[in-house]
């Protein structure tokens, strides 16, 4: 607490003035809006120090009477007194004669922070004429700055000049342990914390610090031509470094080989096709890793259709060890949420290109927090401030930062910062065709560049110089001596036409500039000892097993509720639900009551299964194909980082999609069957709805099938509609007499057996055949079925095993 130690009053501001009473009566006033205060205050105090003593009558000693005392008591009494005393009678230290004592255990309480913003010592009061304070305004006169009077400042020294009053604070000394119990509410709960300042308290428990280094990096592909073949070099003797605690920026113009080092980096790409060494705590790469790595894409792949707190969670329930539960995995998805400053869009939806959602910077964090759940010890981020504004990709930049301090080693690729993101990394590696121009402390990037006689002429972004530089453009910087010694006047190759040496000179001077001045200093560096002991690291490099997060049927189970909830938003939308509905209505007028007691009516009937057989074998086609090119980049991100089985991941797609498949078609079957006038009987009815979800199944496993193995949409569609056609063809219906040659094609078609088991359905009591085929007990077409619900499912299945997981 703090206590009104001195008012003073200055007798000579207050002569010749007209309105004392007026100011006195304002005084008035706010000493009674005080008195008001402090009722409420003391009985908010008195219920708290009840419950108190109540809870911890054992344990504290009672607390003295003296430190109950609140500022806004002490505030009042004081100015109380000091009314009572117009001509001011103080003591011989300045204190108003009826103010109460205030010694070292009779004031209120003060915590450590609050004392030490102590104001000591008497504030002289200020004379002036009358009518410049009169012209004050009644808040100015006295004005008590609220923040000040809360933090244990002084009264504003702006209402002592106006009023002539001085006013000042001053404390009194405490034991520590008093000052820690004698009073419920402290000054540093009173206090409101900044929260913009205040950092996010990232995931610092134990993990395994990693040590990244890489050593002269190369990496060729093969361009295949229709003659022959092209090798290409992307990446050409790449050296760096880089420890946790660091935030270490990959730079460089478009087609540098950013994204593929960032990947050799990640063991997204295989390790055989590299040259040179790239080593984690001094050891290769290995498949045991992954649980430590966390990779974000440029492109932030997720479900549109989930929220952000689904996605989360889904992630934590499937990456997380098996010794957590679930309850704990969940809380762990909510801390996520807290630390990436996502409380306010966590039940949004994430949204795509179709569907509204969360903004840029949410879904860049959402990206993140996926591979931060798991508390990586490496992360690595393909331009995560790509498409953001420069205010939300500084707090993109800066949650690294926080992240790297956690004992995280962080590597970003980055294309144009600004000048404040440039200044954020510790480390910078700069690119230019594959080549390394720079790596050392981003600080020093620019001291570099001078001492090979490349520095900029104009005032200019950091970021923008070293891009021009590793594009060979040298407008608006200096030329290097050497460099100009080597342009031959009239040589078009090594001149421009500015006259300035051409960017294929300036790249390849930049390079055997670095390789002279640096590379070896690099070189030796890398060569050096990890920080941990030899044996420690060895020993938990050695200890990392690969490990699922969950069992098989827990991933089965997570994985077939997260695709009924991204799913089904598809299935119901109004457009599907009208098309199917609107067929049934068509197909029920246009064979309305039909007769099957006449041949007429018996064929017209026939067509009409024929049609039900045709629309559900080509419905679910072309709606499977889609299932996995859609969901290849996920299905790619996601087994790269290993959240799941394959087998897992195919069963619960594939079995997530048939309980929305069977409402629709149930609802089809409702609607055409009664207004058609097929056998009206519990038996037949409900053997057309199976037979129908029969057909449905298979036709879904072929389009799985074609969808898996091509993995194009264009080609799928086009493989997919020839397939179709064929099937309907062969189905029994147009061509009764098919040549012996072709007439195997009919038994590979679904819609041939779904037609002619909905014929023995039908007609199993009316006729012994129909249109040539024998009614019997459909036990070969059903079994042909089956097959072909299996058959097709595990070509799928093979398809996707063989399929590379690319990045």
């Not at 999609?657 to 089809?668: A, E, Q, V, W």
Request: contains cysteine; glycine residues 8%.
């Amino acid at each position: 607490m703090y206590i009104l130690e001195h008012v003073k009053v200055d007798e000579a501001a207050w002569k010749g003035v007209s309105q004392v009473s007026s100011i006195k009566t304002n005084l008035f006033q706010t000493v009674e809006t005080l008195f008001y205060l402090l009722v409420l205050e003391r009985i908010i105090i008195f219920a708290w120090q009840f419950w108190k003593k109540a809870k911890m009558s054992t344990e504290k000693p009672p607390l003295a009477s003296g430190l109950a005392r609140t500022r806004s008591e002490q505030l009042y009494e004081t100015v109380a007194a000091a009314i009572k005393s117009p001509h001011g009678s103080m003591d011989a230290n300045g204190v108003p004669a009826t103010a109460p004592a205030t010694t070292g255990s009779g004031g209120g309480t003060l915590s450590r922070k609050s004392s030490r913003r102590l104001m000591m010592g008497v504030s002289p009061g200020r004379s002036g004429g009358a009518g410049t304070h009169i012209r004050k305004s009644r808040s100015a006169q006295l004005k008590l700055e609220l923040d000040e009077v809360s933090s244990g400042a002084a009264l504003s020294r702006a209402s002592s000049a106006s009023l002539g009053l001085s006013f000042s604070f001053t404390g009194f000394a405490m034991p520590p342990e008093e000052i820690s119990d004698s009073n419920p509410f402290s000054d540093d709960e009173m206090i409101p914390e900044d929260n913009e300042n205040k950092k996010p308290k990232f995931q610092a428990e134990p993990t395994l610090p990693i040590f990244l280094k890489f050593k002269e990096v190369t990496y060729k592909v093969v361009i295949k031509k229709l003659t022959s073949s092209v090798e290409k070099e992307i990446l050409s003797g790449i050296n760096g470094s880089v420890s946790p605690g660091e935030v270490l920026a990959l730079m460089g113009p478009s087609g540098s080989g950013k994204t593929t080092l960032l990947s050799l980096l990640g063991g997204r790409i295989s390790q055989s096709a590299i040259g040179g060494s790239i080593t984690y705590n001094d050891k290769p790469y290995s498949k045991h890793l992954k649980s430590k790595i966390g990779f974000v894409t440029q492109d932030d792949v997720l479900f549109p259709h989930l929220t952000v707190k689904e996605t989360l969670t889904y992630a934590a329930r499937l990456r997380l060890p098996k010794t957590l539960t679930r309850e704990q995995k969940e809380q762990r998805a909510i801390g996520v949420i807290q630390e990436l400053g996502l409380e306010r869009c966590q039940d949004t939806m994430i949204g795509g290109a179709f569907v509204r959602g969360v903004s840029g910077g949410e879904r860049k964090r959402v990206s993140i927090g996926n591979e931060i759940i798991i508390n990586p010890s490496l992360l690595l981020l393909d331009e995560p401030t790509s498409g953001l504004d420069s205010t939300t990709a500084l707090r993109t930049i800066q949650m690294l930062h926080d992240i790297a301090e956690a004992g995280k080693t962080v590597i970003t690729t980055i294309h144009q910062p600004s000048s404040r993101l440039f200044h954020r990394f510790d480390k910078l590696i700069l690119l230019g065709r594959g080549n390394l121009l720079y790596f050392g402390k981003s600080s020093e990037a620019l001291d570099y560049f001078s001492s090979i006689g490349c520095s900029p002429l104009i005032a200019m972004n950091p970021a923008e110089f070293l891009l021009d530089l590793a594009n060979g453009n040298i407008n608006d910087i200096s030329v290097p001596s050497e460099l100009e010694d080597r342009v031959q006047v009239g040589n078009s190759d090594r001149e421009s036409r500015s006259g300035k040496p051409s960017p294929a000179v300036v790249h390849e001077y930049l390079v055997e500039a670095y390789e002279a001045r640096v590379t070896e200093q690099e070189k030796k560096k890398l060569t050096d000892p990890v920080p941990l002991g030899e044996e420690e690291a060895r020993a938990k490099v050695l200890r990392l097993n690969r490990q699922w997060g969950a069992s098989w049927w827990e991933q089965y189970c997570i994985l077939f509720s997260r695709g009924l909830k991204e799913r089904r938003h598809e299935y119901f939308s109004w457009l599907r639900v009208i098309q199917v509905l609107s067929t049934a209505v068509i197909l029920g007028l246009l064979w309305w009551q039909s007769d099957i007691r006449t041949p007429g009516g018996l064929q017209d009937q026939a067509g009409l299964l024929f049609f039900i057989a045709v629309f559900w074998g080509f419905f679910p086609v072309f709606t499977a194909i889609f299932a996995f090119p859609q969901e290849r980049a996920m299905l790619n991100k996601e087994r790269a980082a290993d959240m799941y089985r394959l087998s897992a991941y195919f069963l619960a797609r594939t079995t997530s999609d048939l309980p929305l498949d069977f409402i629709l078609p149930s609802l089809f079957l409702l609607v055409v069957y009664f207004m058609t006038g097929l056998r009206l009987s519990p038996y037949p009815f409900f053997l057309s709805m199976l037979t129908v979800f029969l057909c449905i199944i298979a036709a879904q496993g072929l389009g799985l099938a074609i969808g898996a193995i091509l993995m194009d949409l264009q080609k799928a569609t086009t493989l997919a509609s020839v397939t179709v056609m064929t099937f309907m063809l062969a189905g029994g219906f147009f061509v009764k007499k098919v040549p012996v040659f072709i007439s195997w094609i009919r038994y590979l078609s679904f819609n041939y057996h779904t037609y002619k088991l909905l014929l023995k359905v039908q007609y199993q009591d009316f006729a012994q055949s129909i249109n040539g085929m024998r009614i019997d007990n459909g036990l070969t077409e059903v079994v042909a079925l089956v097959v072909m619900i299996f058959g097709y499912r595990l070509l799928a299945y093979l398809s996707l095993r063989q399929m590379k997981i690319t990045t």
